[in-house]
Antibody
Framework: QVQLVQSGAEVKKPGASVRVSCKSS????????IHWVRQAPGQGLEWMAW????????KYSQKFQGRVSITRDTSATTTYMELSRLTSEDTAVYFC???????????WGQGTLVAVSS | EIVLTQSPGTLSLSPGERAILSCRAS???????LAWYQHKPGQAPSLLIY???SRATGIPDRFSGSGSGTDFTLTISRLEPEDFAVYYC?????????FGQGTKVEIK
């Protein structure tokens, strides 16, 4: 069965960076894109970026351009989202989701809480 | 960027009642690229509807989607206790992908 398992919660200080991982299993890793979405406390869902694990192509939301980097390790079937220059406004739950061509987000990771506090 | 506006913000209903949720886009969205998700606290969102009107695998038929162009609707015909949650529409046809701000369906 398709599973996306994310790394555990993180607490970071302002200005630091955080890396969240998303391990995929149960399907051909290189055949589906991985998207990243976040939800800040009391807010809605916000799309951040995606990566095509097959060729490493990426696309970032303009809001996060220059601060976010999505990478993948095909041998580990794992995708990574790194967000730098953190502020308190980056406190959120971060989700990864699997997406097929022309499809919406059918499978999601369990979410990773990133808390930014001095 | 396509802005999706959902209404109402909150819907207070009783189990067994019908819920009608609206999603309006700032410009025309391909019907094949409009989805609805259910989101419960502490869980990941789950896909309900894709292509504006197709139910995802395992989704009961009390959930239905309709609409085209800039106006889309999610209807829950008879609310079950497990349906009280936040619902988001999303367009996935144009980059950047965007979500509506959500409609909370709460128990009256």
């Amino acid at each position: 069965q398709v599973q996306l398992v994310q790394s555990g919660a993180e607490v970071k200080k302002p200005g630091a960076s955080v890396r969240v991982s998303c391990k995929s299993s149960g399907y051909t890793f290189t055949s589906y894109a991985i998207h990243w979405v976040r939800q800040a406390p009391g807010q809605g869902l916000e799309w951040m970026a995606w990566i095509s694990p097959g060729n490493g192509n990426t696309k970032y939301s303009q809001k996060f351009q220059g601060r976010v980097s999505i990478t993948r390790d095909t041998s580990a079937t794992t995708t990574y989202m790194e967000l730098s220059r953190l502020t308190s406004e980056d406190t959120a739950v971060y989700f990864c989701a699997r997406v097929g061509f022309g499809e919406p987000m059918g499978y999601w990771g369990q979410g990773t809480l990133v808390a930014v506090s001095s | 960027e396509i802005v999706l506006t959902q209404s109402p913000g909150t819907l207070s209903l009783s189990p067994g009642e019908r819920a009608i949720l609206s999603c309006r886009a700032s410009q025309s969205v391909s019907s094949s690229s409009l989805a609805w998700y259910q989101h419960k606290p502490g869980q990941a969102p789950s896909l309900l509807i894709y292509g504006a009107s197709s139910r995802a695998t395992g989704i009961p038929d009390r959930f239905s989607g309709s609409g085209s162009g800039t106006d889309f609707t999610l209807t829950i015909s008879r609310l079950e206790p497990e349906d009280f949650a936040v619902y988001y529409c999303q367009q996935y046809g144009y980059s950047p992908w965007t979500f509506g701000q959500g409609t909370k369906v709460e128990i009256k």
